[in-house]
C-alpha cells in the first residue's frame, strides 16, 4: 500500500474535517448522487454540460479507476457530533451500590 492509496483526514481552511481516499468502483452511486447535489451552473463549470445526471458509463469510467496511469480521489466530509450527555458509574466501596450521574456535554466526537 503506498502512501497515496491509504486514506487521509484533513482538516480544511473553513473548520471542516474530510477523509481524503482513492475512488472506488463501489461509489459509483455515491458520485451520482454528488452530481445531483451540484447547482446547475457548479455542473456546467465542472463537466462543460449542464444535463441533469451523468450518464452511467461516465460514472463507471469516473469510479473505475487503474490508480496508475489515473487517479481519482473522494473527498469525504466526517460530521462531528456533539456529546450530549455523559454517564459514569462510580463505586465508592465494592460492597455498596453503584451512583450513576448523568450530565450534558457537547464535546465533539472524533
Same mark, same amino acid.
Do not use: C, K, W
Given at each position: 500500500?503506498t502512501a497515496?492509496?491509504?486514506?487521509?483526514?484533513?482538516r480544511?481552511r473553513?473548520?471542516d474535517v474530510?477523509r481524503?481516499?482513492?475512488?472506488?468502483?463501489?461509489?459509483v452511486?455515491?458520485?451520482?448522487?454528488?452530481?445531483?447535489r451540484?447547482g446547475?451552473?457548479?455542473r456546467y463549470?465542472?463537466?462543460?454540460?449542464?444535463r441533469?445526471?451523468?450518464?452511467?458509463?461516465?460514472?463507471?469510467a469516473?469510479?473505475?479507476v487503474?490508480h496508475?496511469?489515473?487517479e481519482a480521489?473522494a473527498?469525504?466530509?466526517?460530521?462531528? #457530533?456533539p456529546v450530549?450527555?455523559?454517564?459514569r458509574?462510580?463505586?465508592a466501596?465494592?460492597?455498596?451500590?453503584a451512583?450513576?450521574?448523568?450530565?450534558?456535554?457537547d464535546?465533539? #466526537?472524533?
Amino acid at each position: 500500500m503506498t502512501a497515496a492509496s491509504r486514506p487521509q483526514v484533513v482538516r480544511l481552511r473553513s473548520g471542516d474535517v474530510v477523509r481524503i481516499r482513492q475512488v472506488r468502483p463501489g461509489d459509483v452511486q455515491a458520485l451520482a448522487r454528488a452530481y445531483a447535489r451540484l447547482g446547475e451552473e457548479s455542473r456546467y463549470r465542472r463537466f462543460f454540460t449542464a444535463r441533469p445526471e451523468l450518464s452511467d458509463s461516465f460514472l463507471h469510467a469516473a469510479a473505475e479507476v487503474d490508480h496508475e496511469n489515473h487517479e481519482a480521489l473522494a473527498f469525504a466530509r466526517i460530521v462531528l #457530533l456533539p456529546v450530549i450527555a455523559v454517564r459514569r458509574a462510580l463505586l465508592a466501596d465494592p460492597g455498596a451500590p453503584a451512583s450513576d450521574e448523568t450530565a450534558p456535554g457537547d464535546l465533539p #466526537l472524533s
